[in-house]
């Protein structure tokens, strides 16, 4: 089968071609694993930073992806759940070892072993894949194969981000950053909780606007105080400031989620305008989110036709696959990127 690899991490500014066409063997699946022929891979940030070397892969070569839809061609013998030519997503979580105190409470994605696909285990930058039933999920019909792929990584951060909140209808929300994610964020905070106020904290003034279409009763600049005390914020921002600023605007007993995987160094310092009474006194909390579990995937994938979430894609062959990273890089953004097999 044709695969995209990459053979060692190196920097994407000198090697502009890290990943290398090659032809690997048609995985077969063990007993409890399908083989799934991938249709479409969503192209994703964290790619980056595994050819870069920030979450590097164990293992070269690898395929990477970890947004993957397709068919299921062969199912093991073991494996009951679904049957042949069922469309099926392959998530960031690969797999967990099912056993330990986060697997039996459904969260498996901090178990020791949770394995990343196209990290720890080969993804969809290829024509096929193996992985456990239990960690693959019906699409939903109402998507075509390009609209899901992106859905399955930052749709389904956003959804554990949200849940992680624990707001009820009604209460009032921030989200601090209006990216992608912040997009899909409010979408689906606007449906599930449609009593709740949304504030949002954004830089520019076309983010602001754009917060506001999408129905926030408020949009300001990063350390704007909001016209209300805010029950919890998201923050979806690859720096600090937004943390420290959105801290003030909590009610007591208020909590911050942050969802980034890493924080930038550049405005560090910004921490130390911490003030314990103003930012954290009052039993504030502070909560990170660190990617998926099986749950959130597969309660996002409903919610999201529930609400017709549909993104925007822009389409690449699985050879393009370098020059869809590097334009990712260089944030070239028209929309969410796939390889189409
Ligand atoms: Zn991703
Ligand atoms: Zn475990």
Redesign the pocket.
């Known amino acids: 089968m044709k695969a995209m690899v990459l053979n060692k991490i190196c920097n994407l500014g000198e090697n502009k071609e890290p990943l290398e066409l090659v032809n690997l063997p048609k995985p077969v699946p063990g007993e409890r694993e399908i083989l799934v022929r991938v249709s479409v891979c969503g192209v994703c940030h964290t790619e980056l930073d595994e050819i870069e070397g920030r979450t590097p892969p164990p293992r070269f070569p690898v395929v990477l992806g970890h947004q993957v839809v397709g068919r299921v061609e062969k199912c093991g013998s073991k494996a009951g759940k679904f049957k042949i030519g069922d469309r099926v997503g392959i998530a960031w979580i690969y797999s967990?070892?099912?056993?330990?105190k986060?697997?039996l409470e459904g969260n498996?994605n901090l178990?020791?072993?949770f394995k990343a696909t196209g990290r720890d285990a080969n993804g969809g930058y290829a024509e096929y894949l193996t992985v456990l039933e239990d960690f693959a999920f019906i699409i939903p019909d109402i998507f075509t194969d390009s609209e899901a792929a992106p859905l399955l990584c930052a749709g389904a951060i956003g959804y554990r981000s949200l849940r992680l909140t624990d707001i009820e209808d009604g209460q009032n929300l921030g989200l601090t950053g209006f990216g992608a994610s912040g997009h899909l964020v409010i979408k689906m905070a606007r449906h599930r909780y449609p009593n709740s106020k949304v504030f949002v904290f954004a830089r520019s003034e076309q983010e602001r606007k754009f917060a506001k279409e999408l129905g926030a009763v408020w949009a300001g600049d990063t350390e704007d105080e909001s016209p209300e005390k805010l029950d919890c914020v998201i923050d979806t921002t690859p720096v600090w400031k937004p943390i420290v600023e959105a801290l003030k605007n909590l009610k007591s007993g208020g909590r911050l989620v942050i969802n980034a995987i890493r924080k930038e160094e550049i405005d560090k310092e910004y921490l130390l305008k911490l003030d314990y009474p103003t930012h954290l006194w009052r039993e504030k909390e502070i909560k990170s989110v660190a990617n998926v579990a099986r749950r959130d995937v597969g309660e996002f994938l409903k919610l999201a036709a529930e609400i017709a979430i549909k993104p925007e894609v822009q389409e690449f062959s699985l050879e393009e696959a370098n020059k869809a990273l590097l334009e990712l890089k260089e944030r070239k953004i028209r929309g969410a990127k796939v390889l189409r097999l």
């Not at 967990?96 to 330990?100: D, F, K, L, S, V």
């Open positions: 967990a070892c099912g056993n330990c986060f697997c498996e178990c020791e072993y």
